[in-house]
T-cell receptor, first 115, second 115 residues
Framework: DSGVTQTPKHLITATGQRVTLRCSPR?????VYWYQQSLDQGLQFLIQ???????AKGNILERFSAQQFPDLHSELNLSSLELGDSALYFC??????????????FGPGTRLTVL | AQTVTQSQPEMSVQEAETVTLSCTYD???????LFWYKQPPSRQMILVIR??????QNATENRFSVNFQKAAKSFSLKISDSQLGDAAMYFC????????????FGKGTSLLVTP
């Protein structure tokens, strides 16, 4: 158990819908990263938050957005869902950003299926 | 953009034998971190080992060790005394200092361990 929690574990929805994925980082970790794992694209970085602020963006679609709340949990919002958005979405957390001891620990993932 | 290449989609090893998984990467940075993550059938992403580029010494963690060749931009993972529980997808990752220290992953190597 990495200490990172993600809910829900599984999500099945229809095209055009909107969903919210939730992540709670390890105790003491300030940085949260979101990744998408799909058969087509492999593991891709989406977005990073540090202590409530957006720090970096990767291959995140405009239909997707995220935020990190004062209690440091983060939510990834996916809207106007398409079949191609079906994937495993991971959240990872780390203590800081870039420190020599900075290692990302991954949550168990949320499996999103868009029908 | 930094890229990570794992040229072996699948590898097989017998129990108790040694196997080496290959990874090459491309970067113009001089100081960076490299990681190997394991993803068993449960889909959990588990950190196996990490290497700091400024350290000459290769990292080791029990049965896992790396061969880090900075000039060649090569970062291979050696698994000694392979066990059935080592069967998994293995991902090599480069931590990108120009993207919030997000992880840039290779496409993975599927390791099969036979009795």
């Amino acid at each position: 158990d990495s200490g990172v929690t993600q809910t829900p574990k599984h999500l099945i929805t229809a095209t055009g819908q909107r969903v919210t994925l939730r992540c709670s980082p390890r105790s003491g970790d300030l940085s949260v990263y979101w990744y998408q794992q799909s058969l087509d694209q492999g593991l891709q970085f989406l977005i990073q938050y540090y202590n409530g602020e957006e720090r970096a963006k990767g291959n995140i679609l405009e239909r997707f957005s995220a935020q990190q709340f004062p209690d440091l949990h983060s939510e990834l919002n996916l809207s106007s869902l398409e079949l191609g958005d079906s994937a495993l979405y991971f959240c990872a957390s780390s203590v800081r950003t870039g420190a020599s001891t900075d290692t990302q620990y991954f949550g168990p993932g949320t499996r999103l299926t868009v029908l | 953009a930094q890229t990570v290449t794992q040229s072996q989609p699948e590898m097989s090893v017998q129990e108790a034998e040694t196997v080496t998984l290959s990874c090459t990467y491309d970067t113009s940075e001089s100081d960076y971190y490299l990681f190997w993550y394991k993803q068993p059938p449960s889909r959990q992403m588990i950190l196996v080992i990490r290497q700091e580029a400024y350290k000459q010494q290769n990292a080791t963690e029990n049965r896992f060790s790396v061969n880090f060749q900075k000039a060649a931009k090569s970062f291979s993972l050696k698994i000694s005394d392979s066990q059935l529980g080592d069967a998994a997808m293995y991902f090599c990752a480069y931590r990108d200092p120009n993207s919030g220290y997000a992880l840039n992953f290779g496409k993975g190597t599927s390791l099969l361990v036979t009795p």
